[in-house]
Each structure stands twice: as structure tokens, then as C-alpha cells.
Antibody
Framework: EVQLVESGGGLVQPGGSLRLSCAAS????????MNWVRQAPGKGLEWVSY???????YYADSVKGRFTISRDNARDSLYLQMNSLKAEDTAVYYC??????WGQGTLVTVSS | EIVLTQSPGTLSLSPGERATLSCRAS???????LAWYQQKPGQAPRLLIY???NRATVIPDRFSGTGSGTDFTLAISRLEPEDFAVYYC?????????FGQGTKLEI
């Protein structure tokens, strides 16, 4: 069974940093591209970043230069390093395997 | 960036009726890479349709996707109580992988 479990969310002040993790199981992690998608409270879905199985990387313009996606195939894990956080980054962050399987999300709140 | 516009914003129907949801793209979608998702409150999105018309695993056949180019449709043939939710379309052919703003299907 495919499982994706996010962690690392929490409350952070504007300008601060946070690192999200996504632990994957039930499939060969190294074979799949992975995504981060976020959803602000009461709003729609926003794609954040993608990393391919060969580590080709894309970012949404809204996070480019502030967020860094990475993966550790030995640990079956996906990461999102978020720096210079803004209030508008407040959202539930989901990791997704090629958009077919999704985790339950981790809440990031950016507030003073 | 490809902008996806969904209509209507809210659709009010009853169980047993047919639902038709629309998704229009600002430019042609690459290689038919258009998906539909269902999301219920407090839950992660669930993939329904990928590649315009392919149902994802364990999705019932009352869900169907059609379309090409810039115009796409999700149809639900006979609404069940569990189908009332928010539906999103998404293109994943060209970065950034954009979502529509959603259609709320309500009773």
C-alpha cells in the first residue's frame, strides 16, 4: 500500500524557515517524480514544486528563490526547505507521488 | 503559465441527477495531460481522472472525462451522496502545473 506521511509543519514567524519532510512507503520511491502542493485555508490547490526521479526540479514563481525541494532515495524521503517565509505561505502542504497518491498534509502557519 | 477556468463555481443538484463540470484552459494542454480531483472537507485531494479520460484506480465508472485542446469536461452520471464535494481540474504537461479554482458540487 502506497503511503505518504508529511511532517515538519508548525508555527513560524515571518522571515523564518521550516523544513518539511515526506516519508514514502509501499512503492519504489526512486522510480517516481514527486510534488509538493499547498492549500491556503479555505482556498484552492496550488502546485509548489516538482522533483523528477533524476532530480530535474521545477518551482512555482511564488516560491522560486525561497523554497528548495530535494529527495533522499536511500531514506525514501522528500523534503521542502522553506526560507524567508511570508504570511501568504500559510497553508496545508501535501506531498504527492506524481499526483496519483497524496499524503494527508502538514499545516504551516506563518504569523507573528 | 496555463490558466484553468472552471465553471460553474457552484453546482446544486440532487442524488441521482447528472453533473457536468467544465474546465477551460488558456492554451492547449500538452499531450492531453489533464486531470480531475475530488476533495472533501479535511481530506487530501483524490485523483479521479488522468490523461483527460482515464479513470484512476477504484474510481467508479459513473465518473467520466472528455475533451481536447482547451476544453474539458468531467461528468458524473448518477450522483451518489458521497459525490458532493469540491472538484478541481489540473494540467501537468507544462510547468507550472496549474489547478483550476474548483467547482463545489452541493446538494
Amino acid at each position: 500500500e502506497v503511503q505518504l506521511v508529511e511532517s515538519g509543519g508548525g508555527l513560524v514567524q515571518p522571515g523564518g524557515s521550516l523544513r518539511l519532510s515526506c516519508a514514502a512507503s509501499g512503492f519504489t520511491f526512486s522510480d517516481y517524480g514527486m510534488n509538493w502542493v499547498r492549500q491556503a485555508p479555505g482556498k484552492g490547490l496550488e502546485w509548489v514544486s516538482y522533483i523528477s526521479s533524476s532530480s530535474t526540479i521545477y518551482y512555482a514563481d511564488s516560491v522560486k528563490g525561497r523554497f528548495t525541494i530535494s529527495r533522499d532515495n536511500a531514506r525514501d524521503s522528500l523534503y521542502l526547505q522553506m526560507n524567508s517565509l511570508k504570511a501568504e505561505d500559510t497553508a496545508v502542504y501535501y506531498c504527492s507521488r506524481r499526483f496519483d497518491y497524496w499524503g494527508q498534509g502538514t499545516l504551516v502557519t506563518v504569523s507573528s | 503559465e496555463i490558466v484553468l477556468t472552471q465553471s460553474p463555481g457552484t453546482l446544486s443538484l440532487s442524488p441521482g441527477e447528472r453533473a457536468t463540470l467544465s474546465c477551460r484552459a488558456s492554451q492547449s494542454i500538452t499531450s492531453s495531460q489533464l486531470a480531475w480531483y475530488q476533495q472533501k472537507p479535511g481530506q487530501a485531494p483524490r485523483l479521479l481522472i488522468y490523461g483527460v479520460s482515464n479513470r484512476a484506480t477504484v474510481i467508479p465508472d459513473r465518473f467520466s472525462g472528455t475533451g481536447s485542446g482547451t476544453d474539458f469536461t468531467l461528468a458524473i452520471s448518477r450522483l451518489e451522496p458521497e459525490d458532493f464535494a469540491v472538484y478541481y481540474c489540473q494540467q501537468y504537461g507544462t510547468s507550472p502545473y496549474t489547478f483550476g479554482q474548483g467547482t463545489k458540487l452541493e446538494i
